[in-house]
């Protein structure tokens, strides 16, 4: 860093005799230190050398962030899901490739026609980790303790549609009224209301099952509970926290046994540091920077060991519906809308790695829509509409601190100024972000969302029913027919209908047009060749248990 | 604390030695004659011409984007090639001057000001005053400087002007320090004492007596600081939380280019040779105008 | 030297009181609200509610200031928000490793620095004085990340000599701490040529060459023991600055020590890890800054000198 000034040249004269040796003793000291570095250790990845699959090996994967938290109640960002899902289960899980809901600890379930009781079976003889067997007081229990006030769970919404949840949030109840253990096997939940896609929501970490009794014990000792034990593929071995996580093989695992020995979790600060060690070969997967896409492509080495595919987010431009130029300017906001020149910015800032927008929902999402909108970047569109609005001299957009929202911010910036728009670009770093945000002091403003779970209501619910204006709809967007709507799907309980019902809602909401959609995201990832039977799915987890190492 | 005691270490006590002002010809006389000096003088003068004239001498547009010029490397038509967004790096430095001269003066007329005025007073009325002030500088000294600087512009938010102001608050102790010193020799020189016997008034002291000593110090501390300050608003807009885009910055500049070093490494290596170099500029500088002024002066 | 170790230790409280109570004040000031943070997007009023009476964040300021003090007087240094660890365990999790690094970043710039110094020193106005000075002058002007981007890029991508980042042994210190030393070490230098010709010309060095001491032992014993102490009084200093200032550093190169995560806490509001770290790095500063006085204190040459 900068310091103080500090002493430099002086000038006094003294006459010397040269002393050679003075600089031999640099050079050997120099090169000392350069052999050194010569002989320094390589840890390079493990190459098991067989052909099929085979067991053994060592999975080196980065996370970008050390996990906030591996308790399940706990476990709120992307990184911490990768390492949870693999040492804990749930009643369901999601399919890799399809997304769709599979069965897991559960063995089948029932649900009532009005989707409100459902009543599960759950598989017998499963262990924890520490020997001891699953049963259905276990998830009783693992839930009641998310959705208590004293956890303070950052996901325990997810569990919001369950009979009681109101009142252990208010620390009213000990219990969850609506979850009741009929047998050791047999667990019988009751929701608020009829939600069909229910057995979606339990697929995330929060919804899983360990023995309660350890997490409780080590929150109490340590305040948390950092040596987390479930029933999953993998055990928990160590966590060394902003280095590593490893966890190894479970030897007794209910399912089919995982083919690799360990995954250790390397955690890293940045994501261009983590690309040169994949590159130098210390990875085994690793997510391509964006400005490195299209090269990492052309490479005739790394080429081949790209992989692609959707992700489920969506990242977008909001305008605020209540206050502010755009509140009653819906000429402006479509001027905004055709201004923003989506193909520039997915193709020059985001390497061509995610798809323009066409919605809300992003492609991969069951029952996604395509073309919901024709947005696309038209000057004359959007000069016409500026033309017919309040005409504000300037416009100011606000986004977090971030490297990337910035260049996307710049672009987009670009793309105004060329449609005539004067838009004014200011970052603001997260924690004061979120805030104002949720005050509604930002009239247009960047946002992200990321599925929590593979469905059409995590995207349109959360962002649009106007019970989360502030909350996460952060547009403030108010509108009866759509509310109604949303409902409506909640409580319908064909998929096909339900579908069609929030298609219906995702095209009444971009008629108001109270966002920008810029882009669906993508995955952009490297993969090294002997990594076999890699898989990647659009909620950013790896099926870990599946892999193999090959030479 | 520990900064007094160690003035005595790092030769702060400046005017203990008797500094003689020479006549301002003289300076210069023996300032030209220091190679380094001369060098650091001509760097930064180079550069606050480019400042000035960036707009004349700029090829480009420094916020033109242009997506079909995206990461084009060097070329006679953009020497140092372009960004993400097709933009001249060569342009984006010419600019880019503007923000670090700013930083330059600016940041340090704010830590000059506010050093000065509590180093004068602590110096000249000493006692609780003093003592207030002296563990003031203490506790800055104390503060981790970034760490320091990235609390402040979390609160003022990220701007150009926040900047100046963060990375004016962080360096006053230094100043202070300094002037206190230079105070506090010079208060027991004869001719202020006998001014004092006089009758002078402490203000009238301060100004006709006391001030001349501490020109020599304060103009190198503010030459030397310059350049930590055009490192610090570079290390903060690297962080992010400096110059607000699309404001051309180097340390913003160079934050952009992280993710493009394997393949547009000119994004990195020019912004980072513009700040070294300005850097250098101000430090040879103000080593000249030290040996210039006072060989003996030790900052 | 008993009244000047009492006067000194009575003025770290003003110090230590300030320290937490600027800290916190920023923190106080700094907008947004650490309970929104802790709660994340999902967070329904009533929870934030929730969320700020349990962190205590819905009491006045001087309330919750005092709080942390009669708190941090019983060795409680609170919870992190956002992890929920205790504070401390973070800490001792992260200063060793951020020590370690400093560590190294001393050993090189004492070696390199001192060495070029006195290179610089013995061969004044030759090609290599020059040259080291020109280095040395360069070495404090870059930026830091800037450097160890380069040292990434060419000694781990290009080269592929050492790991690109990351924690670890010996091999990962090696381009962090040439990183962080960089510009310690330029300074080093700097000072060790100019203290080193300045003992030169002493009266001292004059008599023992006069007796027909070797040039060597009169460089190596008289003159550099001598010009060495300004020169070890920095160094001594510098670790302190090192520790707070590796945040670039420990950025680049994924180093997990305690500056990136109180940059994070900043960022974050993680208002207890803020003020912690900070404190803590005060108070490392304060320590060394103490030991380093009374080293000086009882090593002044001119104290040996005269007897």
């Given at each position: 860093m900068w310091r103080k000034p500090g002493n430099s040249i002086s000038r006094i004269d003294v006459n010397l005799k040269t002393r050679w040796y003075t600089l031999t003793i640099t050079l050997i000291l120099v090169l000392g230190l350069a052999l050194l570095s010569g002989c320094a250790k390589k840890e390079e990845v493990e190459k098991p050398k067989k052909e099929g699959p085979v067991k053994g090996g060592t999975f080196i994967h980065p996370l970008y962030a050390d996990p906030t938290s591996l308790d399940p109640p706990h476990v709120q960002e992307s990184e911490g899901y990768r390492v949870a899902v693999m040492i804990f289960d749930g009643l369901v899980d999601y399919d890799p490739k399809t997304l769709e809901v599979k069965a897991e600890l559960a063995e089948k379930w029932e649900v009532s026609d009005d989707a409100t009781v459902w009543t599960f079976k759950i598989k017998k003889g499963v262990k924890f980790h520490n020997g001891k067997e699953v049963k259905a007081e276990d998830f009783k229990k693992c839930w009641e303790r998310a959705c208590a006030k004293e956890t303070a769970s950052e996901v325990a919404y997810i569990l919001a549609p369950i009979k009681g949840y109101d009142e252990m949030q208010e620390g009213k109840a000990k219990e969850l009224s609506g979850v009741k253990v009929i047998d050791d096997y047999t667990l019988k939940v009751t929701l608020k209301y009829p939600f069909p896609e229910f057995l979606k929501t339990l697929?995330?970490?929060?919804a899983s099952v360990y023995p309660v009794e350890e997490a409780e014990k080590a929150v109490k000792e340590k305040k948390v509970w950092e040596t987390p034990v479930g029933t999953g593929p993998f055990k928990f071995v160590s966590w060394k926290h902003k280095q590593e996580v490893v966890l190894e093989r479970n030897p007794d695992y209910w399912d089919k046994e995982p083919y690799l020995d360990k995954i250790r979790f390397r955690v890293f600060a940045d994501e261009n540091t983590a690309f040169l060690e994949y590159k130098a070969g210390k990875l085994h997967d690793a997510m391509i920077p964006t400005g490195q896409y299209k090269t990492t492509k052309a490479d005739p080495k790394l080429g081949p060991q790209v992989i692609t595919g959707p992700e489920l987010a969506l990242y977008y431009y909001g305008f605020n519906m209540e206050k502010g130029i755009f509140a009653d300017d819906k000429n402006l906001r479509l001027a905004i809308i055709y201004g923003t020149n989506k193909r520039a910015i997915v193709d020059t800032v985001m390497g061509g790695i995610p798809a323009p927008a066409t919605g809300i929902v992003p492609r991969g999402v069951p029952g996604f829509k395509p073309d919901q909108v024709d947005w696309d970047y038209d000057i004359d569109k959007a000069k016409d509409f500026y033309s017919k609005s309040?005409?504000?001299s300037e416009i100011t957009l606000t986004y977090n601190t971030s490297e990337g929202h910035q260049k996307i911010a710049e672009a987009a910036q670009a793309g105004y100024k060329e449609a005539g728009l004067n838009v004014k670009l200011v970052n603001i770093e997260w924690g004061t972000y979120l805030d104002r945000l949720a005050k509604g002091e930002y009239p247009f403003y960047r946002l992200g969302w990321i599925a929590d779970y593979p469905s059409m209501d995590n995207f349109l619910y959360p962002l649009f029913h106007s019970s989360e204006k502030g909350n996460n709809n952060f547009c403030f967007y108010e509108n009866k027919e759509v509310d109604k709507l949303l409902e409506d799907a909640r409580k319908e309980t064909n998929a096909g209908k339900r579908q069609e019902i929030y298609a219906e809602a995702e095209r009444k909401i971009l008629e108001d047009a109270p966002l920008v959609p810029i882009y669906f995201y993508s995955y952009a990832r490297v993969v090294q060749p002997e990594v076999k039977n890699y898989k990647w799915n659009g909620m950013g987890l790896v099926n870990f248990d599946e892999i193999w190492l090959s030479k | 604390m520990a900064q007094q005691e160690l003035e005595v270490i790092e030769g702060m006590d400046v005017a203990e030695k008797k500094v003689a002002i020479t006549p301002t010809r003289e300076i210069w006389k023996r300032f030209r004659r220091h190679r380094m000096g001369m060098a650091g003088l001509i760097i930064v003068f180079l550069i606050v011409v480019v400042a000035m004239l960036a707009p004349f001498i700029a090829p480009y547009d420094p916020l033109e984007v242009k997506f079909e010029d995206s990461l084009k490397s060097p070329s006679l038509k953009h020497p140092f090639g372009t960004d993400l967004l097709g933009r001249d790096v060569l342009s984006r430095i010419i600019y880019g001057s503007r923000v670090s001269i700013q930083v330059g003066v600016i940041a340090v007329a704010i830590s000059l000001i506010i050093g000065l005025i509590l180093g004068l007073v602590a110096g000249f009325f000493g006692s609780w005053i003093d003592v207030i002030i002296m563990r003031l500088v203490d506790i800055t000294y104390a503060f981790p400087f970034l760490l320091f600087a990235i609390a402040i512009m979390t609160i003022l938010g990220p701007g150009f002007i926040n900047v100046f102001i963060a990375i004016g608050i962080i360096n006053w102790a230094w100043f202070a320090r300094v002037v206190r010193g230079s105070v506090l020799s010079a208060r027991e020189q004869e001719y202020v004492l006998a001014a004092r016997a006089l009758g002078a008034s402490s203000t009238r002291i301060m100004f006709k007596h006391i001030m001349p000593n501490i020109v020599a110090p304060v103009i190198v501390g503010a030459a030397l600081n310059s350049g930590y300050a055009i490192l610090a608003e570079a290390a903060l807009s690297f962080l992010g939380i400096g110059v607000q885009p699309p404001d051309p910055s180097w340390g913003l500049m160079l934050s952009d280019a992280r993710s493009y070093?394997?393949?547009?490494?000119w994004m990195t290596l020019y912004p980072g040779l513009a700040i070294s170099i300005t850097v250098l500029g101000f430090i040879l500088l103000g080593n000249g105008i030290r040996d210039a002024i006072d060989p003996r002066l030790k900052i | 030297m008993a009244r000047f170790i009492i006067k000194r230790l009575s003025q770290f409280l003003p110090v230590i009181i300030g320290i937490t109570f600027i800290t916190f004040m920023l923190l106080y000031l700094v907008p947004g609200d650490p309970a929104r943070i802790v709660a994340g997007r999902n967070a329904t009023p009533e929870m934030l509610k929730a969320i700020r009476h349990d962190l205590g964040l819905d009491l006045p300021w001087y309330q919750q200031y005092f709080n942390y003090l009669w708190k941090l007087i019983h060795g409680d240094f609170g919870n992190s928000y956002r992890f929920r660890r205790p504070v401390i365990d973070i800490l001792l999790d992260d200063a060793p490793k951020t020590a370690r690094l400093a560590f190294m970043a001393i050993v090189i710039e004492t070696i390199i620095g001192i060495l070029a110094g006195v290179i610089s020193a013995v061969k004044k106005y030759s090609f290599w004085d020059t040259l080291i000075t020109l280095a040395a002058l360069a070495g404090t002007s870059i930026p830091i990340y800037w450097l160890g981007i380069m040292l990434q890029y060419f000694f781990?991508?290009?080269?592929?000599?050492?790991?690109?980042?990351?924690?670890?042994?010996f091999s990962y210190m090696i381009l962090p701490s040439i990183a962080l030393a960089s510009s310690s070490t330029a300074l080093v230098a700097l000072m060790t040529r100019s203290s080193f010709l300045e003992v030169y010309q002493q009266d001292f060095v004059t008599t023992a060459r006069a007796k027909g001491l070797p040039e060597r032992r009169v460089i190596f014993v008289h003159v550099l023991r001598n010009a060495m102490i300004p020169v070890i009084t920095v160094i001594g200093l510098d670790l302190a600055s090192l520790m707070g200032g590796a945040i670039l550093t420990e950025t680049v190169f994924s180093w997990p020590g305690i500056g990136s995560t109180i940059f994070q806490a900043i960022l974050m509001r993680d208002v207890p890890v803020v003020l912690g770290g900070t404190l803590f790095l005060a108070i490392v500063f304060v320590v060394i800054n103490f030991i380093v006085d009374i080293f000086y204190a009882l090593f002044d040459p001119r104290i040996r000198l005269e007897a």
């Open positions: 697929g995330h970490p929060v309040s005409k504000p | 070093i394997s393949n547009a490494p | 781990g991508l290009k080269l592929g000599l050492l790991p690109i980042s990351g924690y670890g042994g």
